[in-house]
């Protein structure tokens, strides 16, 4: 795993960020247990204390459990894990409308411009093989939501 | 082993300041350090950083203020809770690796020389070689590792990454991070923040003698949306 | 404090095995050009062997006392050195120990005294050696007889020998403490530590000197009595007791007032090392 921070926000929170992504794509599953502070924190770079700062702020989310015996562990409920990222996910879409707010698109152009992008019909791109996909409409695909 | 005394906090300045003649290096300093902490004292060259790591490990005295590591002026009993790494090589033209390592084991009895071997194995030094003959970079690390093979309360580290390669650097860091006693603290002092940043918890900025500033780095953070880095080069500007 | 000790020796007795080993050597050389160029009864040189071991000698001879003088200036030149070294980088090292400067003090001080004697007896060995070849065994006898006869006029060689060492001793116990005194006081008197011990190291010069001289005036009453008495007697029983009192007077006072002064540079040197101590 890539820890890569940036220098403008607390690292505990950009943590908390990465282990979270690390939950939903499954690196960390449901019910593992996640190795110990000490390790992460090698692992990332940063001070121990740190680490246990952000652990602490997932345990607080119920993201974590400490277990005596087996250290921390990962939530097995499954609802918390479908809130996080449903929250991940809305805040990518809310980060999209703003972005193309701030080219000029309403929210409807906005989504008519994500359909036509996401399905591959470029509209300068009609003489190339079907099969000249953007990344960007790869990315999109798994967490499409359905917005009516 | 060495507990910390929970009556005291683990290093406390008062009004301590040193002159040499004419010159005020550290002026009423006083500080409050608690233990579990990686504590970065930041600040330009000559703004007394050196000194006042000297000062606590009590290699010069005082012109004035007061001295405690966790409750205790600074005199043999401390120097058994402090393990301080200069930036200046120190050993003898004599001595062989092992030697050094026999000394550290001899007169420090936190001093775990198992651990140092490892470390010493694995930046492959080979502990019959005498210390004048390996390259600078190694015999820092050399001290490094002795250093930090050490149970202590409180390590101060002057310099440790100051004309280093980059990835010496994350070695050094990483050796830090990774044996320090979580009971104490470590206080590193240096004038190369951006690399240090992310395994700091508090820092001190040190100007002219003076403390300017004491925070941790997360509020630093977030007050102002940028890194010590560029907070320190801001505050410095000459 | 015995580890200090330890550790002290280990650094210092590279250099002087090193230096003995050599002396011995010469000494070993010497010895025997000397006996081979000797006629054991005549004493003349005759044979060509002779004449090259003669030169030979000669020339092992002039080693020698070239490397005694070496050795005993190294010895000093040591002590001095490693003190201040102790005030440079290496302190670093050794005043981070968890260790008194007391104890800094005394394993310095021992382990000069240490090798200073042992340098000592070396040379006498080698000496002895040389003398014991050359001149053969006769020469022993004739010290010997030298010896009872001086005994039998009723001296006491015994005693002055002893004088003579507790001088010595005395002596260069109070220069080893002169410099070590100038070399913790060095760093805290001036911006160059080098400018600073020498300044110190003069003040104290000047220091004892006055002392000394201070002492003199005290004292040179009852030696001149003493040497008065000396000229004026006849008897031999009368004039050996009155040679005794002389040496054993100025051996007291010489010791004495060296020994006042060691422990106050000792004092002073501690006082710098624990409360005043300024590492660059």
């Known amino acids: ?148 | 082993m060495n507990q910390v005394n929970p009556a005291y906090p683990l290093l406390q300045t008062q009004n301590l300041t040193k002159t040499f003649g004419n010159i005020t290096a550290l002026y009423n300093v006083n500080i409050i350090v608690p233990p579990g902490r990686i504590i970065g004292l930041l600040g330009p060259n000559g703004s007394g950083k050196t000194t006042l790591i000297k000062l606590v490990s009590g290699l010069l005295t005082p012109s004035d203020g007061q001295i405690w590591i966790n409750g205790i002026a600074p005199g043999p009993k401390t120097k058994t809770l402090v393990s301080y790494l200069p930036d200046k090589l120190y050993f003898d033209s004599w001595m062989k690796v092992r030697d050094c390592v026999a000394l550290f084991a001899d007169f420090y009895t936190d001093f775990d020389r198992s651990k140092a071997t490892d470390m010493l194995t694995a930046l492959g030094v080979d502990l019959k070689q005498s210390f004048r003959s390996l390259s600078k970079g190694t015999q820092e690390k050399v001290q490094l590792a002795l250093v930090m093979s050490r149970q202590a309360l409180l390590y101060l580290l002057d310099e440790p990454i100051g004309g280093v390669d980059p990835a010496s650097r994350d070695y050094i860091l990483e050796t830090i991070i990774r044996n320090y006693n979580e009971q104490g603290t470590v206080i590193i002092s240096t004038h190369l923040i951006y690399d240090i940043e992310r395994v700091l918890d508090d820092v001190i900025f040190l100007m002219n003698g003076m403390i300017e500033r004491v925070s941790s780095v997360d509020e630093i953070r977030y007050q102002t949306n940028k890194s010590v880095d560029e907070v320190f080069r801001e505050v410095f500007r000459c | 404090m015995l580890k200090l000790i330890k550790y002290e020796l280990k650094a210092t007795a590279r250099i002087f095995l090193i230096a003995y080993a050599a002396l011995i050597v010469v000494s070993i050389f010497s010895a025997v050009t000397g006996a081979s160029s000797q006629n054991s009864t005549s004493g003349m040189i005759t044979t060509q062997g002779q004449v090259i071991s003669s030169i030979l000698y000669s020339l092992a001879s002039i080693i020698f006392v070239i490397l005694s003088m070496g050795v005993t200036v190294v010895t000093m030149i040591i002590f001095v050195t490693r003190f201040y070294r102790m005030f440079g980088s290496e302190g670093y090292l050794w005043f981070s120990l968890p260790v008194t400067a007391n104890q800094h003090l005394i394993c310095k001080v021992l382990v000069a005294l240490f090798w200073t004697i042992t340098s000592f007896n070396v040379l006498l060995g080698c000496a002895f050696m040389q003398i014991a070849s050359v001149a053969g065994i006769g020469f022993f006898y004739e010290l010997a007889d030298l010896w009872k006869s001086i005994v039998y006029q009723g001296m006491h060689p015994v005693l002055w020998i002893v004088c003579f060492m507790i001088l010595s001793l005395s002596s260069i116990t109070t220069s080893i403490m002169i410099s070590y005194a100038a070399i913790a006081i060095g760093p805290s008197m001036v911006k160059s530590r080098f400018g600073g011990t020498m300044l110190a190291g003069l003040l104290i010069v000047i220091c004892t000197q006055f002392v000394s001289r201070i002492m003199s005036t005290f004292t040179s009453n009852t030696l001149a009595q003493l040497m008065d008495q000396l000229n004026r007697i006849s008897s031999n029983a009368a004039f050996s007791a009155a040679l005794d009192d002389v040496f054993v007077y100025t051996t007291v006072v010489s010791s004495l007032m060296s020994v006042i002064v060691s422990v106050a540079l000792y004092i002073l040197a501690h006082h710098f090392m624990s409360k005043r101590l300024n590492l660059a």
């Open chain 1, 1 to 148: 795993m890539n820890w890569l921070f940036t220098t403008d926000r607390p690292i505990y929170v950009q943590i908390v960020e990465l282990i979270q992504r690390m939950i939903l794509s499954g690196f960390y599953p449901m019910g593992s247990s996640i190795p110990s502070v000490r390790v992460l924190a090698l692992e990332a770079g940063v001070n121990p204390n740190t680490m246990q700062k952000a652990l602490a702020e997932l345990e607080n989310m119920g993201l974590l459990h400490t277990m005596r015996s087996s250290g921390r562990v990962v939530t097995t409920d499954q609802w918390l894990i479908m809130q996080l990222r449903d929250g991940i996910v809305n805040n990518y879409v809310e980060n999209y409308f703003s972005g193309m707010l701030s080219l000029g698109f309403d929210r409807n152009a906005a989504i008519e411009q994500f359909w036509t992008k996401a399905n591959g019909d470029a509209v300068f791109d009609s003489d190339l093989d079907a099969t000249t996909e953007t990344d960007f409409a790869d990315s999109d695909r798994t967490e499409e939501p359905t917005e009516v």
